[in-house]
């Protein structure tokens, strides 16, 4: 059964650098999506982008100018950096396993427990 | 971006009651639409793929139905373990959106 452990900081003052990773275990790491989700306190879902074994990215647009996602294959890890934080980061920062089947019909079907990361002075 | 409206945004159930979320697109997604559950404190949970497909251990009072852009979420008997915020998402295209939840309470 696959399961996904993410670490990183998780208090950053305004003009940081936000850096996590999310480590796959007991599953394959190609033919999956690895992305990266996060939830403000209170609020909705946010898809930040995804990464695959290959190192081939997608970026939500809104974020695409701080975002980079890189992908470890010799450690089965992927990480998410997220430069010049705000106040407006503040978040859960999710890692998930995106598969795809199909006619690329894609989902998340694994996820991470979640990291709560607060940018504050 | 493709916008991803969900209605209503809660709703209030008893146990045993017949639950309907919808989930309206900006524009035609063609069954690319996933539904997923969440509780507090808790990572989401994938219930449905590709508009209809249940995910595996996902109890079968859970079913998605739609098309085009309209789609459908259904518990056929709310069950105590239900009460959660569910959200829909689509994958036609990048960035994949979500739609803004819909809380399910305890009446």
């Known amino acids: 059964q696959v399961k996904l452990q993410q670490w990183g900081a998780g208090l950053l003052k305004p003009s940081e650098t936000l850096s996590l990773t999310c480590a796959v275990y007991g599953g394959s790491f190609s033919g999956y999506y690895w992305s990266w989700i996060r939830q403000p306190p209170g609020k909705g879902l946010e898809w930040i982008g995804e990464i695959n074994h290959s190192g081939n990215t997608n970026y939500n647009p809104s974020l695409k100018s701080r975002v980079t996602i890189s992908v470890d294959t010799s450690k089965i890890q992927f990480s998410l950096k997220l430069s010049s934080v705000t106040a407006a980061d503040t978040a859960v920062y999710y890692c998930?396993?995106?598969?795809?089947?199909?006619?690329?019909?894609?989902?998340?079907?694994?996820w991470g427990k979640g990291t709560t990361v607060t940018v504050s002075s | 971006d493709i916008q991803m409206t969900q209605s209503p945004s809660s709703l209030s159930a008893s146990v045993g009651d017949r639950v309907t979320i919808t989930c309206r697109a900006s524009q035609s997604i063609s069954s690319y639409l996933n539904w997923y559950q969440q509780k507090p404190g808790k990572a989401p949970k994938l219930l449905i793929y590709v508009a209809s497909s249940l995910q595996s251990g996902v109890p079968s009072r859970f079913s998605g139905s739609g098309s085009g852009t309209d789609y459908t979420l259904t518990i056929s008997s709310l069950q105590p373990e239900d009460f959660a915020t569910y959200y829909c998402q689509q994958s036609y295209s990048t960035p994949r959106t979500f739609g803004q939840g819909t809380k399910v309470e305890i009446k």
């Open positions: 998930a396993r995106g598969s795809v089947r199909g006619r690329n019909y894609y989902y998340m079907d694994v």
